[in-house]
């Protein structure tokens, strides 16, 4: 769903505020006029319009560095056309189209995206960044509520610190511990939705936890793990980018010349 601003920006505010409470630095270092703007994105995303909480999100010079749990950040402003799509290939079985979300968030091999198809507008989906472990999901209902969950998880004692860093690490902290971050998320928090937080959630040992999201929010089982829809949607991705890579006069002498389809 979409937020409400004020409640947005409240969530925000709580988080950072937890966050620099727990020792994170909050440097005010953003760019807030990077990257694509709204009327580069439309047809990059194929949407008529880009809702103000992402456009708040990406202007509101949030700062560059891993201030989010996990090492999260924002997607850097200068990753290009290619890229974007790239990480919507990643997009199986969704029951809106791969096209309409924008990637927001990325560590390592997980990204988060924002939501912009009818229906779903406005949630936070996650993927993993591996061609055997997608695992498609909704991470969060609105960006509030993803920056809501986070804020909980200081309370809920299931981040750490680490000396070499100033990340907000996920898990038991202690060597001899538990090292899945999810057992740790579950035995800790269980009113807390870990898929909420950026941690790998593997089918093994995890596939049912998986699998039940997945059918609360619609995800297509029957194609999200088949390698001929894996291809089906790489090829559709790669046709876009060349489409995006033409002269718009050049498609309009396409449409002009073969006017039927």
């Known amino acids: 769903m979409l937020d409400d601003m004020r409640v947005l ?42 809702p103000e909480q992402l456009i708040w999100l990406r202007s509101a010079g949030l700062p560059n560095g891993r201030v989010f749990p996990g090492g999260m950040h924002l997607l850097d402003s200068s990753t290009g056309v290619d890229d974007l799509l790239g990480f919507l290939s990643l997009s199986l079985g969704t029951p809106f189209h791969w096209r309409h979300q924008l990637p927001i968030l990325v560590y390592d091999h997980i990204v988060y995206t924002f939501v912009l198809a009818e229906g779903n507008e406005g949630e936070i989906w996650r993927y993993q960044i591996d061609p055997d472990e997608v695992n498609p999901a909704r ?109 718009w006069w050049l498609r309009w002498s396409s449409v002009i010349q073969h006017p039927g389809g």
């Open 139 to 247: 991470a969060a209902a609105s960006l509030a509520a993803l920056f809501t969950e986070w804020t909980k998880g200081f309370a809920a004692g299931v981040y750490f610190r680490s000396p070499y860093n100033n990340w907000i690490h996920i898990g038991d902290g202690d060597p001899d511990g538990e090292h899945d971050p999810v057992n740790v998320l579950l035995a800790r928090a269980p009113d807390l939705d870990p898929f909420a937080f950026p941690v790998s959630i593997s089918t093994y040992p995890h596939e049912g936890l998986i699998r039940a999201r997945q059918r609360e929010c619609g995800v297509d089982l029957d194609r999200v793990d088949v390698f001929e829809y894996h291809e089906e949607l790489h090829d559709a991705v790669d046709a876009v980018r060349a489409s995006l890579r033409t002269p």
């Open 9 to 50: 920006h409240g969530a925000l505010e709580d988080y950072r505020a937890a966050a620099t409470a727990f020792g994170v630095p909050w440097p005010v270092d953003g760019d807030p006029n990077g990257g694509l703007s709204p009327d580069e994105l439309c047809p990059i995303l194929d949407v008529d319009h880009i």
